[in-house]
């Protein structure tokens, strides 16, 4: 299966930690990619190869991939920080890309 | 640094062909994959497919019929056709520069397309 599954909303409170999960079958074959789109802006991607920050990425973003699913956690969330997040890999043979349907992180 | 931008028709009729291009500046043109990711309106993201600079392709299956993307190293740029588009087909369309064959490192700013009569 190529399919990546991520919840389509999670909302917390400044300060708080934030988690959005990414499952799928290609996971623990294949690298994980998250990026953060910002409303009427372009993605960016954040972490790569499941853990690795992208430059310019604060230390409070960070990912793991356990199994199947893998993790975004945003730590001492802030009012910038509200977006949508999408993960990214390959089916299983590494041949195509699938991205997640999006998760709209919501900053109370 | 890379630099990307997408160029063409923001309205194209049905059963057309929908053209675009994507204007590059970066030190080595072969150093990159050079993709396309479409996003509709309030959706998420769709991988289109990508060209290196060699001419070789990868497109995603469910758009493989009707897509073809090509390159132009002299001008470093690099063209996405979607042949017989429709309603669905309207898209902000992003081009992409990929390290690696399934990562995307640097976006242009996108390009929105209306398929629509």
């Known amino acids: 299966s190529s399919d990546l599954t991520q919840p389509p909303s999670v909302s917390v409170s400044p300060g708080q930690t934030a988690r959005i999960t990414c499952s799928g079958d290609a996971l623990p074959k294949q690298y994980s990619y998250w990026y953060r789109q910002k409303a009427g802006q372009a993605p960016v991607l954040i972490i790569y190869q499941d853990t690795e920050r992208s430059s310019g990425i604060p230390e409070r973003f960070s990912a793991s991939t356990s199994g199947t699913t893998g993790t975004l956690t945003i730590s001492e969330v802030q009012p910038e920080d509200e977006a949508d997040y999408y993960c990214?890999?390959?089916?299983?043979?590494?041949?195509?890309?699938?991205f997640g349907g999006g998760t709209k992180l919501t900053v109370l | 640094q890379v630099r990307l931008q997408e160029s063409g028709p923001g309205l194209v009729q049905p059963s057309e062909t929908l053209s675009l291009a994507c204007s590059v500046s970066v030190a080595s043109f072969s150093d990159y994959y050079w993709n396309w990711v479409r996003q509709p309106p309030g959706k998420g993201l769709e991988y289109i497919g990508f060209?290196?600079?060699?001419?070789?392709?990868n497109y995603n299956p469910s758009l493989k019929s009707r897509v073809t993307i090509s390159v132009d190293t002299s001008r470093n740029q690099f063209s996405l056709k979607l042949t017989s588009v429709t309603a669905a087909d309207t898209a902000v369309y992003y081009c992409?520069?990929?390290?690696?064959?399934?990562?995307?490192?640097?976006w242009g700013q996108g390009a929105l397309v209306n398929v629509s009569s």
């Open positions: 060209v290196y600079y060699n001419g070789d392709t």
């Open positions: 990214q890999s390959a089916d299983t043979t590494g041949t195509y890309v699938v």
């Open positions: 992409a520069a990929s390290s690696s064959a399934t990562r995307f490192d640097y």
